[in-house]
């Protein structure tokens, strides 16, 4: 044989074959459909008539193209929760920041690739307030033949938890904001669609999670209630927590879980007890004097073999103020930082930001409910007031007038944020971005206030994830606070809770050019204008530079 032909032959049979990255095609047709809960029926917003919505999978470096097509009276888009969209803000779906909506008849294809990201997210409506019931999981399953950096389980289950009210959502919302208030709390929670048997509709069935004994599965738990922060646990089983926002943690057990809007989990679960069935629930948190929806979601894990007449082995939830269980949670969440998989933590600091998050009052003549004001809310006490040409595009093209690139950076009147109120509760209104350079480094601190009533926020910044590197009650205090902060292996997320009557420190790089919302993920307080946004500018040359719009970019 020819020598070099030998070379060939031996070099073919030593590298690896390479595996392409594949295009993932995927149709969403948004339509009304009839379900029923709570032993009531009404016709909800979907995505080819499920409920939750059918789930994506796609691999680390896929392409991903959705095409979705409204059928339904509202305008429509899709946020896909938590993937980094480098360079691909057209995609990443909030109505009026990074696009206009999709019109009634109309269709718009998002493409993305799934860039250094394995794990478990969300998408869900990034209008009004569709995402009620139009939202589903994404699965990003590792590179082929690169393992999971825990054992493999048996089996995963995609578990998403949400809220239900009988009454259509538009209609609640659109109530609120008329009369000034605060809108009606949703009639149950729910667990992949399903509240579970209740007092007042006890014959309705909840969903069930079939097992094998001696097996072991991964939960991908997700968080797409619009107001409420959950916990979440399974009776006689100890979950051990392996990823939070499509980011490895270093694992630990844990029997309860808690999990904000917008946030998700993965938890490994062994099925090492009795066979039998067990309660699966999931409940509210909320520690501050604000109404919640107190029903349980129930679900049920059925071990193979148990007959259907066997009694459920039952939990004990939470009290729904277990601010201890919550933050014993939280406290042990720490980034894998592994070699694999390093926690890139910015050790210099470019902009350092403080932000406030909070409820204000202003006036409001029609609001014969509030007596002539309404609740709002704000940062920095700016209430965003939304736009009605899409940011990005208005960025993009260099149109006037659509926003200021004049959001404080820090709070312009101090006071003393988680005390006693100042007199004057009014806030400020506009549409304004902060400027960033690109690749700068951000640390943003986001301050509770309590105004009206303390609160814990579950924030969300969209195009990046952060590392939370430090949490406290009170006032942050930058000389006392800073020294305490965790630079080595800080959690990375998506979306972080402001604790109540307290405060988090999160950085990131700014390397993904393009406007970047950022808000409260409790649907009501995005409503009132807890929102802003980053306006990343480009780098150098067009690998940092944010491309035109695609052809079929809908209108305004």
């Known amino acids: 044989m020819d020598s070099w032909l030998k070379i060939l032959v031996l070099v073919a049979c030593i590298t690896p074959a390479v595996v392409e990255a594949r295009v993932r095609n995927y149709s969403f047709n948004v339509v009304m459909k009839n379900k029923t809960r709570l032993c009531s029926s009404k016709p909800i917003v979907t995505v080819n008539g499920k409920f939750p919505g059918p789930t994506l999978y796609a691999r680390e470096d896929d392409n991903v193209l959705v095409r979705v097509t409204n059928h339904v009276k509202y305008n429509v888009t899709i946020h896909w929760h938590g993937v980094r969209q480098l360079r691909t803000g057209w995609a990443d779906g909030p109505a009026y920041i990074t696009q206009c909506p999709i019109q009634t008849g109309q269709s718009y294809v998002y493409n993305f690739t799934i860039s250094g990201q394995r794990g478990t997210l969300l998408w869900h409506a990034h209008i009004l307030w569709l995402r009620a019931t139009l939202h589903g999981a994404i699965v990003i399953l590792p590179k082929r033949g690169v393992p999971y950096p825990f054992p493999k389980p048996h089996k995963e289950v995609v578990v998403v938890l949400g809220e239900w009210w009988k009454s259509d959502t538009e209609a609640v919302i659109n109530q609120a904001i008329k009369s000034g208030l605060a809108p009606n709390v949703s009639d149950a929670h729910t667990i992949n669609g399903h509240p579970g048997p209740s007092s007042n509709c006890p014959s309705q069935g909840g969903f069930t999670l079939p097992v094998e004994s001696g097996k072991k599965y991964m939960l991908r738990i997700i968080n797409a209630a619009l107001n409420e922060e959950l916990f979440f646990k399974i009776a006689g089983h100890q979950l051990t927590i392996v990823e939070v926002d499509a980011t490895y943690v270093k694992p630990f057990k844990t029997n309860t879980i808690v999990i904000a809007p917008g946030q998700t989990t993965n938890a490994l679960i062994s099925t090492d007890q009795s066979s039998g069935k067990y309660m699966v ?185 952060f590392f939370t590197v430090g949490k406290g009650l009170g006032n942050y205090n930058p000389k006392v606070d800073q020294k305490n902060f965790n630079l080595v292996d800080p959690v990375e997320r998506n979306t972080i809770g402001v604790p109540s009557g307290g405060w988090v420190a999160i950085r990131f790089r700014a390397d993904n050019p393009g406007v970047w919302f950022m808000h409260c993920h409790l649907e009501i307080h995005t409503t009132w204008g807890l929102k802003m946004a980053f306006l990343v500018d480009n780098g150098k040359g067009p690998n940092e530079s944010l491309p035109p719009p695609p052809n079929d970019l809908p209108k305004c």
Do not use: W
């Open 281 to 465: 629930a999931a409940s509210p948190f909320m520690d501050s004097p604000i109404a919640v929806d107190n029903m349980t979601a129930t679900a049920t894990l059925h071990y193979s073999g148990t007959l259907a007449a066997t009694s459920t082995t039952l939990t004990k939830t939470p009290p729904q103020n277990a601010t201890a269980v919550a933050n014993n949670f939280i406290n042990s969440l720490r980034s894998l930082n592994s070699k694999r998989y390093p926690a890139k933590v910015p050790l210099t600091v470019d902009h350092s930001l403080l932000f406030t998050v909070g409820l204000g009052v202003n006036p409001c003549p029609s609001c014969k409910a509030g007596n002539g004001s309404r609740v709002v809310a704000s940062m920095n006490n700016v209430t965003f007031v939304m736009p009605s040409t899409a940011l990005l595009q208005a960025h993009f093209f260099n149109i006037s007038g659509v926003f200021t690139s004049d959001f404080p950076g820090n709070p312009r009147t101090t006071f003393n944020y988680t005390g006693s109120p100042p007199s004057n509760l009014r806030t400020t209104s506009g549409t304004k971005v902060f400027r960033l350079h690109y690749n700068s480094t951000v640390q943003l601190v986001l301050q509770d206030t309590g105004i009206i009533a303390p609160e814990n926020h579950p924030i969300h910044l969209h195009g990046f994830n």
